[in-house]
């Protein structure tokens, strides 16, 4: 999909926000299904190899969203770099993680749950459950679960992603962004005529290249 | 490339004799006797009793082994792949022991079921996430090169632009006798090298006993290996309860170890034979 063609299928602005709540209930579904404290979603930045929190339910909503940690290392960076999903129980054990996570997010979780987020060949990122509820005893079906709810929590990644690169194409200097102004300033009726245009115009690409 | 000879000739070859690749004339025939390996029935005694892995060299490509933990015991090598200023890929040695937890967990369980392998680490992960893919590979022909008999992979990739290499690596572990024991993902989608025939891949099931494996009818997923709330090893020296099939591949690499111990002479496939016998739901756990 072209970035134009995600950007009107998106319906450009607000898609955004639209896709973060998405996100957002996938986590909070997920945080009630395995009764947590805990359910995040982090965002893989290719280009400072970082981990970023994108969606966080429970303890830490609102303070996480945004922080970085880097993605080659620790359990969230191992499950992204080997797409294997590992729950970890006993947490405290590990003193020198602990201290980090301490450090770092200001909550050390007891038990840990976290599967890659997968869209098609593509690691987005990864999902993590934190102290999922003792009374349930753990089986396999719960991390197949898991791997469920990850599918769809990447998908709204996906979304948010293809929807951010749009909007930054058609803002500032995007590429696409002196086609934005026009659509803006157009009324809804010439928009149409604009787009009718757009489309002759990229037919006539199309014959040339 | 893999090359047209055969690279790893059985013990009762002679080193200095060529072997056919291609094709077997009459006159060549002499010159390829197999001894017969299996017996009629195979059995876990058969099979492993008595092994303790001494003399099989297990390869760990993970996030490294801490160093002197008492479930892992000596370590015989410790290396990485690294990449250099110009961008260059090396395998060098490696001082940087675990940054993960998950190597080292690794480790112990193939320790606890051979408690006398000698264990080599090859760290492929902690560089960053870029460029895993590569690095993975890199790490893999590595340990191939070297004749590891087992290589734990509790790893994967989803990448399709690696699938052609990994493909071809690993088939040419399975002609140097490498064996690959590598983790099935439960999670619908597609990734390597697990869904190769040329290893063998592991699942989870959810009993308590380490010997306890299954051979599994509907592949591609072939054994399901130990996988629910083990206490493994992890960093600083301790323990952490974990759940994954990362942990049950270890469980299978170990019996394979054990097997190759007291068979040093199987090749992959017949060690694919004997899991399939010995499995419990073939019988083998009686």
Same mark, same amino acid.
């Given at each position: 999909?072209?970035?134009?063609?995600?950007?009107?299928?998106?319906?450009?602005?607000?898609?955004?926000?639209?896709?973060?709540?998405?996100?957002?209930?996938?986590?909070?579904?997920?945080?009630?299904?395995?009764?947590?404290?805990?359910?995040?979603?982090?965002?893989?930045?290719?280009?400072?190899?970082?981990?970023?929190?994108?969606?966080?339910?429970?303890?830490?909503?609102?303070?996480?969203?945004?922080?970085?940690?880097?993605?080659?290392?620790?359990?969230?960076?191992?499950?992204?770099?080997?797409?294997?999903?590992?729950?970890?129980?006993?947490?405290?054990?590990?003193?020198?993680?602990?201290?980090?996570?301490?450090?770092?997010?200001?909550?050390?979780?007891?038990?840990?749950?976290?599967?890659?987020?997968?869209?098609?060949?593509?690691?987005?990122?990864?999902?993590?459950?934190?102290?999922?509820?003792?009374?349930?005893?753990?089986?396999?079906?719960?991390?197949?679960?898991?791997?469920?709810?990850?599918?769809?929590?990447?998908?709204?990644?996906?979304?948010?992603?293809?929807?951010?690169?749009?909007?930054?194409?058609?803002?500032?200097?995007?590429?696409?962004?002196?086609?934005?102004?026009?659509?803006?300033?157009?009324?809804?009726?010439?928009?149409?005529?604009?787009?009718?245009?757009?489309?002759?115009?990229?037919?006539?690409?199309?014959?040339?290249? | 490339?893999?090359?047209?000879?055969?690279? !790893? =000739?059985?013990?009762?070859?002679? /080193?200095?004799?060529?072997?056919? *690749? %291609?094709?077997?004339?009459?006159? $060549?025939?002499? #010159?390829?006797? !197999? =001894?017969?390996?299996?017996?009629? /029935?195979?059995?876990?005694?058969? *099979? %492993?009793?008595?092994?303790?892995? $001494?003399?099989? #060299?297990?390869?760990?490509?993970?996030?490294?082994?801490?160093?002197?933990?008492?479930?892992?015991?000596?370590?015989?090598?410790?290396? $990485?792949?690294? #990449?250099?200023?110009?961008?260059?890929?090396?395998?060098?040695?490696?001082?940087?022991?675990?940054?993960?937890?998950?190597?080292?967990?690794?480790?112990?369980?193939?320790?606890?079921?051979?408690?006398?392998?000698?264990?080599?680490?090859?760290?492929?992960?902690?560089?960053?996430?870029?460029?895993?893919?590569?690095?993975?590979?890199?790490?893999?022909?590595?340990?191939?090169?070297?004749?590891?008999?087992?290589?734990?992979?509790?790893?994967?990739?989803?990448?399709?632009?690696?699938?052609?290499?990994?493909?071809?690596?690993?088939?040419?572990?399975?002609?140097?006798?490498?064996?690959?024991?590598?983790?099935?993902?439960?999670?619908?989608?597609?990734?390597?090298?697990?869904?190769?025939?040329?290893?063998?891949?592991?699942?989870?099931?959810?009993?308590?006993?380490?010997?306890?494996?299954?051979?599994?009818?509907?592949?591609?997923?072939?054994?399901?290996?130990?996988?629910?709330?083990?206490?493994?090893?992890?960093?600083?020296?301790?323990?952490?309860?974990?759940?994954?099939?990362?942990?049950?591949?270890?469980?299978?690499?170990?019996?394979?170890?054990?097997?190759?111990?007291?068979?040093?002479?199987?090749?992959?496939?017949?060690?694919?034979?004997?899991?399939?016998?010995?499995?419990?739901?073939?019988?083998?756990?009686?």
């Amino acid at each position: 999909m072209s970035d134009l063609e995600a950007a009107v299928a998106a319906g450009v602005l607000g898609a955004d926000e639209a896709h973060r709540a998405l996100l957002q209930a996938t986590v909070e579904v997920a945080r009630a299904i395995f009764r947590a404290k805990a359910a995040s979603v982090f965002l893989l930045d290719e280009e400072t190899d970082e981990l970023v929190f994108e969606a966080v339910a429970g303890e830490g909503e609102g303070e996480l969203i945004g922080m970085r940690f880097p993605a080659g290392n620790g359990m969230a960076g191992w499950v992204l770099t080997t797409r294997q999903p590992l729950v970890v129980d006993d947490l405290h054990s590990d003193t020198r993680w602990s201290r980090s996570q301490a450090e770092s997010t200001g909550y050390v979780p007891k038990s840990m749950m976290s599967v890659p987020l997968l869209v098609e060949e593509r690691a987005l990122g990864v999902l993590s459950v934190l102290d999922r509820s003792t009374e349930v005893r753990l089986t396999l079906s719960e991390v197949d679960l898991l791997g469920l709810f990850a599918n769809q929590a990447a998908i709204a990644l996906d979304l948010l992603q293809r929807a951010r690169r749009a909007r930054e194409a058609l803002a500032g200097e995007g590429r696409l962004a002196p086609l934005a102004k026009i659509a803006a300033r157009l009324e809804e009726g010439e928009r149409e005529t604009a787009f009718e245009l757009l489309q002759v115009l990229e037919k006539l690409l199309r014959q040339t290249g | 490339m893999i090359r047209a000879v055969s690279v !790893v =000739p059985h013990e009762s070859y002679s /080193e200095d004799e060529e072997l056919p *690749a %291609w094709s077997l004339p009459a006159d $060549a025939v002499g #010159r390829i006797r !197999v =001894p017969g390996t299996l017996p009629e /029935e195979v059995t876990r005694e058969w *099979a %492993w009793g008595g092994s303790t892995g $001494a003399g099989v #060299r297990v390869c760990i490509l993970d996030s490294g082994i801490e160093l002197d933990h008492p479930l892992v015991g000596q370590v015989e090598r410790s290396v $990485a792949v690294l #990449r250099d200023e110009e961008g260059e890929l090396h395998v060098s040695d490696d001082g940087e022991g675990d940054l993960c937890g998950h190597g080292t967990a690794c480790a112990g369980v193939v320790r606890s079921l051979a408690p006398d392998v000698e264990l080599t680490s090859v760290r492929v992960l902690g560089e960053g996430y870029t460029g895993g893919g590569e690095i993975m590979l890199r790490g893999l022909a590595w340990a191939i090169e070297e004749g590891f008999q087992v290589v734990n992979m509790s790893l994967s990739t989803t990448r399709t632009k690696y699938v052609e290499r990994l493909h071809e690596l690993a088939d040419h572990a399975y002609f140097r006798r490498v064996l690959l024991v590598a983790s099935a993902h439960n999670m619908p989608v597609e990734s390597f090298p697990w869904r190769f025939a040329s290893v063998i891949s592991v699942g989870s099931h959810e009993e308590p006993d380490p010997l306890t494996f299954y051979y599994n009818p509907t592949p591609p997923v072939e054994f399901f290996g130990r996988g629910l709330d083990l206490d493994v090893a992890w960093l600083g020296g301790g323990t952490l309860r974990c759940t994954g099939n990362s942990f049950a591949t270890p469980h299978i690499a170990g019996i394979c170890a054990l097997i190759l111990a007291k068979h040093p002479g199987l090749t992959p496939f017949q060690l694919k034979s004997v899991l399939h016998q010995t499995a419990s739901n073939a019988g083998g756990g009686q």
